[in-house]
């Protein structure tokens, strides 16, 4: 369901003769319920292709393979996916409950179904008191749960995590990262995961992709990578 196929997939920003090849024909496989774990070196590439699978990026070349259908031309609310960013900007206005629901409101999605998802993910992420809240009056970890919250509601085959981490501080990247891990324990949900923090790598990665100048250079298990610690 949640499976996805890179076939020789291409990048190149920029027109005429001011181009830059960013992703060189990369090819991978991911199987449904996976965890994999994006690393590299700023620059190689990661957010270009994790932006192509979301469909936020033109892919130039290739294709991609969502559940076995193949994306290059859909829309991101079509691909079945759900990304979580970096800067996960709340509505400051909404209470959690509304900034969860948003997404789903606008889907047409029926009110009860609405109520039944998110007070589902609430449980997941314990944000169950802190529905009627508005994000100011949330931590910086709550708030990044509200986040993970507006992507479980979507029930997508795919998560899609750029950077998620990186603005955190020490103790809440830890405890951010717990919470996925939890996550992908209970949901079992395809992820993909951009990092250039080898530790977060290590810790949440079933498997790493590996890149760098544009091109994979390993696909494998985090002893594979970078050996048994
Ligand atoms: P990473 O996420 O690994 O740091 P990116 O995917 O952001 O790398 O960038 C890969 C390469 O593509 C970099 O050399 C970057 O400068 C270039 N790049 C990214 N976005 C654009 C863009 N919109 N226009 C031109 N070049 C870009
Ligand atoms: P609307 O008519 O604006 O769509 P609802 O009647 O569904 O809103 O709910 C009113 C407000 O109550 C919502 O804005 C939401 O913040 C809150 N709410 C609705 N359902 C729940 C729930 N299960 N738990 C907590 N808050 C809820």
Redesign the pocket.
């Known amino acids: 369901m949640g499976s996805i196929s890179l076939r020789q997939v291409e990048k190149t920003?920029?027109a005429g003769a001011r181009t830059?090849k960013?992703i060189h024909g990369v090819d991978a496989e991911i199987a449904d319920g996976e965890f994999i774990v994006i690393v590299?070196?700023?620059?190689?590439?990661?957010?270009?292709?994790l932006r192509m699978v979301a469909g936020l990026e033109e892919i130039s070349g290739g294709e991609i393979d969502i559940g076995g259908r193949v994306v290059n031309r859909l829309e991101p609310a079509e691909r079945d996916i759900a990304m979580v960013f970096q800067n996960y900007a709340l509505y400051p206005h909404m209470t959690v409950f509304d900034n969860m629901a948003y997404g789903l409101k606008i889907a047409k999605v029926p009110k009860d179904e609405i109520q039944r998802r998110v007070e589902k993910a609430a449980g997941i992420l314990e944000l169950g008191t802190l529905l009627q809240r508005r994000p100011r009056e949330l931590s910086g970890g709550q708030r990044q749960r509200v986040a993970m919250g507006r992507a479980i509601v979507r029930q997508p085959a795919v998560f899609l995590f750029d950077e998620p981490l990186s603005n955190l501080d020490a103790k809440l990247r830890a405890q951010t990262r717990l919470e996925i891990q939890k996550l992908h324990r209970e949901l079992g949900v395809t992820s993909l995961f951009?990092t250039?923090d080898q530790v977060e790598a290590m810790t949440l990665g079933q498997r790493l992709i590996v890149?760098n100048g544009?091109r994979i250079e390993q696909i494998g298990t985090p002893e594979d990578v970078y050996g048994r610690p």
């Open positions: 920003y920029g830059f960013a590299g070196p700023s620059g190689c590439g990661k957010s270009t292709l951009v250039h890149m544009g």
